[in-house]
């Protein structure tokens, strides 16, 4: 009995050490092949817009231009002149007849080191003189309610297009009829329902003279050769407390606002 169990001993011991290492090498496997790894998900460097470059470059030297010009406004109802000022220390003014009650009134904004200032003319819907009232400090933005939205190309709607994060597409594009330069469609990017210009087409001289600006006002378009700057603007007449002219006509029981200064 004793032999049998010493035979099958050796038996289990001898298939054991057979079977043991086998078993090992199945269990560890062989080492994973070197896997490749996989590509970056860092975008590749972006290509430079040299339409968004060319026209940042013209609205800096638009920034730095100092003129006199005249603009031809077309669009809803009857051709209009728009006279623009940029003046040698910076001030600016621009006029924009029929701006003002539906159109029926003239009137002039102007940004000096004292603010930022609506002027009525004197015209079919105002007859009375020209005079002025402060709006706010000389980088405030004009009220909604008060905003002709024609003299913003020629202000701040300049260091918006000198601001490559700001949110635009920029792409060439045909002058308007009539205009000269290099033209470029600027579209917004940004979801806000306050994009930081209108869309459109602006277009420049070589100088960085504004020459054409299609948006949903209208067409601007040089009338012209621009003329030197003076040195500085000035109001179209006295400061004082009445109210500012809105854009849209008052309604029939609505007296239309009236300067409080001397007549």
């Known amino acids: 009995m004793h032999a049998h169990l010493r035979v099958a001993r050796r038996r289990l011991i001898g298939a054991l050490t057979l079977t043991l290492p086998a078993l090992l ?3 560890v496997g062989e080492p994973p ?4 790894s996989p590509p970056s998900s860092d975008p590749a460097p972006a290509a430079i817009d040299s339409a968004r470059e060319e026209l940042a470059a013209l609205a800096a030297a638009a920034r730095d231009r100092h003129f006199t010009a005249r603009y031809t406004l077309t669009g809803d109802g009857p051709d209009r002149t728009i006279t623009v000022t940029s003046a040698n220390d910076g001030t600016w003014r621009v006029d924009v007849p ?8 003239d009137v002039s904004f102007a940004g000096t080191a004292d603010g ?5 003319l004197p015209s079919a819907g105002r007859p009375e003189p020209a005079s002025c009232v402060r709006l706010g400090d000389p980088d405030d933005a004009v009220p909604s309610r008060l905003d002709p939205r024609v003299q913003h190309p020629f202000t701040d709607w300049l260091e918006v297009l000198t601001d490559r994060l700001a949110p635009l597409a920029v792409s060439p594009a045909r002058p308007p009829a009539g205009a000269t330069g290099a033209c470029y469609s600027v579209d917004s990017t940004s979801a806000s329902l306050n994009p930081p210009l209108d869309v459109g087409i602006y277009c420049y001289a070589p100088d ?3 020459t054409a600006v299609r948006t949903v006002t209208g067409t601007l378009v040089l009338a012209g050769p621009a003329a030197p700057a003076p040195a500085t603007v000035q109001l179209a007449g006295p400061v004082t407390d009445g109210e500012p002219l809105g854009v849209t006509a008052p309604d029939v029981d609505e007296p239309t606002p009236r300067s409080t200064g001397t007549p």
């Not at 092949?33 to 490749?36: D, I, S, V």
């Not at 029929?98 to 009134?105: F, K, N, P, R």
């Not at 930022?116 to 009525?120: D, K």
Request: proline share 4%; charged share 0%; with cysteine.
């Open 25 to 27: 090498a199945a269990c």
């Open 116 to 120: 930022l200032f609506q002027c009525g």
């Open 208 to 210: 960085g003279t504004p």
């Open 33 to 36: 092949a070197a896997t490749t």
């Open 98 to 105: 029929g701006g003002a009650l539906g159109g029926t009134a």
